[in-house]
């Protein structure tokens, strides 16, 4: 995908997904296209803001004042967030595609991946508002409008019922939440860690 279609694909996804959806379940696609094509590139969003952000505009502490985080300390964390984000992409495509039996669906791990991917969209743009880090909290906004956008994308990509998508989306957000726990459990084991050495040495 080139820049353009990119940019066009971002834009139909969040304005007009249920349009976009159809489009998106009819195109060709492999699991390296929407990897380096889409998902590399927006996930990259958050991942450099809040580097900048943590680093050069920091977070406002009542007693300690203004922190930064050292630089050393963030890129560290950026990197393990950015290659663990995009894991738990590929892992939720996984429990979608198992769970499309439970609701009619059909098992097809390319349109799996293509629901998560796309329906992240609005997560990744969301990145930007890391760049002021007291700002980081309307990305709760746009997490509910990317489980909107699953929860419309179901029934395209997954074939199941219409009926059964409420259920089918309730138990995938579950499963994020606990894929999600994990990762923000290995992130922060590896910032701590490497806070550790740094001490040390």
Known sequence: MDFAKLIERVKSIVLSPKS????????????????????????AIPAVCGLLGSTLIGI???????????VGSALVTMVVGYVLGLA???????IVTALAPTFDGQKDPVAALKLVVY?????WLAGVFSL?????????????YGLYLLYLGLSPLMKNPQEKSIG???????????VAMIMAMIVGAVAGTGAMMRGRF
């Open 119 to 123: 329906s992240s969209t609005p997560v």
């Open 88 to 94: 738990a992409i590929y892992v939720v495509s996984l």
């Open 60 to 70: 406002s502490l009542p007693i300690v004042g203004n922190f930064r985080t050292p």
């Open 20 to 43: 976009e959806w159809e489009k998106i379940a009819a195109e060709p696609a492999d699991v390296k296209s929407l990897f380096i094509g889409y998902a590399m590139i927006l996930a």
């Open 168 to 178: 089918y989306t309730a138990l995938i957000i579950v499963c994020y939440i606990v």
């Open 132 to 144: 002021i880090p007291m700002l980081g909290v309307l990305g709760i906004i746009a997490g509910l």
